[in-house]
């Protein structure tokens, strides 16, 4: 065994912490053309770099006195805090772990930051809770094996570095023959190729040297992945979330969250909990992390939605929130467009596709209004509305409770820009109170439900959510919810099994029944539901 023992100090490692930021800053859109996955966690690179990049803002506010322990306790906390998808929470595990090792130390030797970088490969790997060969974890593994060996022949941290490299290029190289989806796409993991980026930058920041553009290895040449990739759509919210001042450890997080989707990767470091999954229930995922601690910094991306966008884009220019403003839910592309125009923002759902919890929150986080009111329009989503209150607080967020239609066009109409959130919310509940809503649907089974006998296939009426009559036909129907009302006004919208022409005749039929009353028809879009109403 050869002696080469060298001294690293806080200095140093901070060069390299940052090398390794610059590194990603220089190569990230060459990790990202790697990708064969959904976004958001596509972005591979791109996450990297900006966890990475809240390292560099900690690192850089530090002094060059700092020493080794208090710099790499600095990118610990940093990195946890700052993670970005699920490259970017591997990746904080990593530097959680180089922080383990040189804890509480003035200066270290190659042989001890030698063993807090295998620290950080062994955490790296160990926070995904399902590791699959092939990705960023075969790479880490094959890296802590040559980073051992170089330890255990006291190698300089230079020839570490190297060494660790080396084994993890050659076991890159391999990765497309582990996954197919990397085979069929003629590329390697994007995340091994950012681990290598990672140790590149450190040997460079070591050196004092500028990073180098990375070479890619050459399966990775032909680029970006063929479009006949296949989605797991079964749990296509990918949700991001911090707990803090959480007394919790990682088993007991992972077994809990184990069974509500895949991808889960856990990050614990002291009071703080960093969670990445995907999942099909993100409401049921946040509920969960309430009882840990406080929730900050909820992310949730719909995979579905985003999945066949794989080139990289600029982040968008982040403006200064104002005001407030109004989400609102929507059952058919019709009454989406009716609501858009009223000047709401629409969130899509209604009778048996209740919005989750998840689709509330990341409307508000990606709004351009400081403040928001909800408005449910649908009795089954209240309480997915309470919960977005919970979340993001009642100073922020507010909504009023209305079941149907007829109250959430009533409460959009009362908006007013210029109020707070409070009198807004309150002109508008309200406003809501005082509409009629009316609805027609098709029954599904034989009940019977306030005294009235239902059989399937009639049609049924519903006045402000409650069954009042059956029929045959809906003009049978329409006319006995409008009997005994005192009305003015009827608007309705045709749902997306009508055509615009019997949409017509009904209207045409409605206004016979009286001659006083202003009849409307819209299209609505909405399934299940012929015909919905309001009344003024």
């Known amino acids: 065994m050869t002696e080469n023992r060298q001294v690293i100090t806080g200095q140093q490692l901070k060069h390299m912490l940052l090398g390794a930021y610059h590194s990603f ?9 790697l990708n064969v996955f959904p976004v958001p966690d596509g972005d591979t690179g791109t996450n990297m770099m900006y966890t990475m990049g809240s390292v560099a803002r900690a690192l850089s506010n530090m002094s060059d006195g700092a020493n080794v322990g208090e710099v790499g306790s600095a990118a610990a906390r940093s990195a946890v805090m700052g993670a970005r998808g699920n490259s970017g929470v591997i990746l904080s595990q990593l530097l959680r772990g180089i922080g383990k090792g040189v804890g509480g130390k ?41 980073a051992y060996a170089a330890v255990r022949s006291a190698d300089s941290l230079e020839k570490v570095l190297q060494e660790a490299i080396r084994t993890g290029k050659e076991e890159l190289a391999r990765t497309p023959e582990q996954l197919p989806a990397l085979k069929a796409a003629g590329v390697v993991d994007a995340g091994g190729q950012g681990l290598i980026a990672f140790f ?5 920041g070591l050196r004092g040297q500028d990073c ?14 063929t479009q006949a990739e296949k989605v797991d759509l079964a749990n296509p919210y990918c949700t991001e979330f911090i707990v803090q ?11 809990a969250l184990q069974e509500l989707g895949n991808s889960l990767i856990v990050a614990v470091l002291e009071d703080i909990v960093k969670v990445h999954i995907h999942t099909a229930q993100p409401g049921k995922v946040l509920s969960l992390a309430q009882q840990w601690g406080s929730l900050h910094d909820i992310k949730i991306d719909n995979m579905a939605d985003q999945h066949q966008n794989r080139i990289f884009k600029e982040e968008p220019v982040q403006t200064e929130k104002q ?35 998840a689709d509330f929150v990341r409307a508000v986080e990606e709004g351009d209004c400081e403040q928001y009111i909800i408005l449910p329009n649908n009795k089954n989503i209240i309480l997915a509305a309470e919960q977005t209150v919970k979340l993001l607080g009642a100073s922020r967020v507010s909504f009023v409770p209305t079941t149907n239609l007829a109250q959430g066009l009533a409460a959009l109409l009362e908006f007013n820009g210029s109020r707070s959130l409070e009198e807004n919310t309150q002109a508008m509940t309200r406003s809501s109170r005082e509409i009629t809503g009316g609805a027609i649907t098709v029954a599904v089974r034989d009940s019977v439900v306030s005294g009235i006998k239902v059989h399937q296939g009639e049609y049924l009426g519903l006045l402000n959510d409650k069954i009042v009559c059956t029929g045959t036909s809906l003009q049978e129907v329409v006319s006995r919810l409008l009997a005994d009302g005192d009305y003015e006004l009827i608007s309705m919208y045709y749902g997306s099994d009508m055509d615009e022409q019997a949409a017509e005749a009904l209207a045409a039929y409605v206004q016979t029944l009286n001659e006083d009353w202003e009849v409307e028809m819209f299209h609505g879009g909405q399934p299940l539901y012929p015909v919905l109403m309001a009344m003024e």
């Open 323 to 357: 005001g407030v403003g109004v989400l609102s839910v929507a059952a058919g592309d019709g009454i989406a467009a009716i609501m858009h125009k009223m000047g709401a923002a629409v969130v899509s759902g209604g009778q048996s596709m209740n919005p989750p919890v």
């Open 212 to 225: 180098a553009e990375l070479e890619i290895t050459a399966a990775g040449q032909m680029g970006t992945a």
């Open 106 to 146: 003035i200066t270290v030797d190659n042989n001890e930051i030698g063993k807090a970088f295998q620290f950080g490969i062994l955490y790296a790997y160990r926070s995904v809770s399902r590791p699959v060969e092939g990705t960023i974890l075969s790479v880490a593994r094959a890296m802590a094996k040559g």
């Open 200 to 204: 590149e930058g450190c040997l460079a």
């Open 245 to 255: 001042g959480a007394a919790v450890d990682k088993k007991t997080v992972s077994d």
């Open 25 to 33: 800053e220089k190569n990230y859109q060459l990790i990202n053309n």
